[in-house]
């Protein structure tokens, strides 16, 4: 049975990935923060916590979601920066991954079949230069290269990395005006994740399983 781990598993998109990778069958570890009624708990910022949790968790991990994130502070503006909203902001989106994905990786060298997948954004996007919420889109442009460097170092042992764009979502980050349903786009990032294969690492997925541009 496939074992999945989700970051940020109690409400939005990660939620709704839970929801969907238990109807597959698949067994289901939900990631939380304390009180949140998670399977482990974690704050992604504190490194002890992931690896609290990860010496806590017995036998192996087939696909693990880097999912929680933040959009960051009110004032991120290049001209007027909440300069702690922006380390805060890299701490979760950025290198939250890269510690959970660290701390889990005995577990996923455990499975016949690994993967890794974060959840990017289209606003890590280096061919426009829209500047609003630049923390926020600074951070997943950085998780995009720190993941494109984790798929070069996994490579030799066949641990495929992959970077997903979700689309604009209907989730407390996304606003009730996005175009997108969580439940359509958790059940799109599963079925990329089932077929995930070493051959396609690296590489930056939209929800639906089309490769996109970095
Ligand atoms: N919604 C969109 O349109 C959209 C678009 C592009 C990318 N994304 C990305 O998709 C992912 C999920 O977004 P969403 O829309 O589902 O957001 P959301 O509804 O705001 O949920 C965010 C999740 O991340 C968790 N989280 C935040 N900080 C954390 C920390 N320090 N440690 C552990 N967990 C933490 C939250 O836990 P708490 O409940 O404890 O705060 C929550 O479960 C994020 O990476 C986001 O950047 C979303």
């Not at 992959?162 to 996005?178: F, H, K, N, Q, S």
């Amino acid at each position: 049975m496939t074992r999945i781990l989700i970051t940020g598993a109690n409400r939005g998109i990660g939620a709704a990935m839970a929801a969907n990778a238990e109807a597959r069958g698949w067994q289901v570890i939900r990631a939380t923060r304390a009180g949140q009624g998670g399977d482990v708990t974690m704050d992604v910022t504190d490194i002890a916590s992931i690896q609290a949790a990860a010496d806590a968790l017995d036998g192996p991990i087939d696909i693990l979601i880097n999912n929680a994130g933040i959009i960051g502070p009110e004032r991120q503006s290049t001209l007027d920066m909440d300069f702690d909203g922006m380390a805060k902001t890299f701490a979760v989106n950025v290198a939250g991954p890269l510690a959970v994905s660290q701390a889990f990786l005995s577990h996923l060298r455990d499975s016949d079949s690994p993967r890794i997948l974060t959840i990017s954004s289209q606003m890590s996007g280096m061919g426009y230069a829209k500047s609003d919420r630049i923390a926020y889109r600074a951070s997943k442009s950085a998780v995009n290269k720190v993941m494109q460097g984790l798929a070069t170092d996994l490579a030799d042992v066949d641990i495929p990395v992959a970077l997903i764009d979700p689309g604009w979502v209907r989730t407390d980050m996304g606003g009730d005006e996005a175009d997108l349903n969580a439940d359509d786009v958790a059940a799109g990032i599963l079925d990329l994740a089932a077929r995930l294969t070493p051959t396609e690492t690296g590489k930056f997925f939209i929800w639906n399983g089309e490769e996109r541009d970095f």
